[in-house]
């Protein structure tokens, strides 16, 4: 018997429990099936059968499951916590289980190995959630597309510019000097144009690079 984590709710009776977490109610459907496939040789254990087998569920709580080994003494309860506080839509039930010793020993590994199973499940979902909620908010951030609009205008018109001095031909200027800072500012413009047109790349490409990620991770 392992169970530094195994909470007893009943001290009188040997016992066991784990706590299952999930992500909304259509969760429970999946535990309850999960727990009948871990113990198929068990059979179903109605209330009603409570008083002829002497076995109850601990008061306080809903029960969403109950099953019975046929032969021996051993009974599963799955339960809802509310005394647990969760915050909707999440929900968290606990397993519980009671009766002899040596059948709790081998239902142990079983529930051990169902309890990993439905952890890896609740943190993909949760990281799931994260995912879409950054990406909502990455779709609705409106200041990130106007900076992006005004800055690839601002390139266009540079880029215009440029070309249009590039192609008007060289004034008349009767001084060498004015002639060589005339063809500096062109070559300035141009120069600059290239530049903005890099950063506005780069800033488009940043952006695609980061939303395709999340993409890729949400898929």
């Not at 009671?98 to 993909?124: N, R, Y």
Request: charged share 20%.
């Amino acid at each position: 018997m392992p169970p530094d984590d195994t909470i007893h709710i009943n001290p009188k009776e040997p016992c066991l429990s784990w706590a299952f977490y999930g992500s909304s109610k259509n969760d429970i459907i999946t535990i309850q099936k999960e727990i009948n496939n871990s113990i198929s040789d068990y059979s179903f254990y109605p209330e009603i059968e409570w008083g002829k087998y002497g076995y109850r569920a601990p008061e306080g709580y809903q029960v969403l499951g109950a099953w019975r080994h046929p032969e021996t003494k051993a009974f599963v309860f799955l339960l809802d916590n509310p005394h647990m506080l969760t915050i909707d839509p999440n929900i968290q039930l606990i397993l519980y289980v009671t009766g002899e010793e040596t059948e709790l020993q081998k239902v142990w590994p079983k529930f051990e190995a169902l309890k990993s199973k439905f952890t890896s499940i609740h943190d993909k979902n949760r990281a799931t959630s994260d995912l879409e909620i950054r990406l909502s908010k990455i779709q609705k951030t409106k200041s990130l597309g106007i900076i992006t609009s005004i800055l690839v205008l601002f390139t266009a018109v540079i880029n215009g510019f440029s070309l249009y001095l590039r192609k008007l031909p060289p004034p008349d200027l009767h001084s060498k000097l004015l002639l060589k800072i005339y063809s500096g500012l062109v070559a300035f413009a141009h120069f600059a144009s290239i530049i903005l047109l890099i950063i506005a790349i780069s800033i488009l490409c940043m952006f695609l690079i980061k939303y395709g990620s999340l993409i890729i991770r949400r898929l």
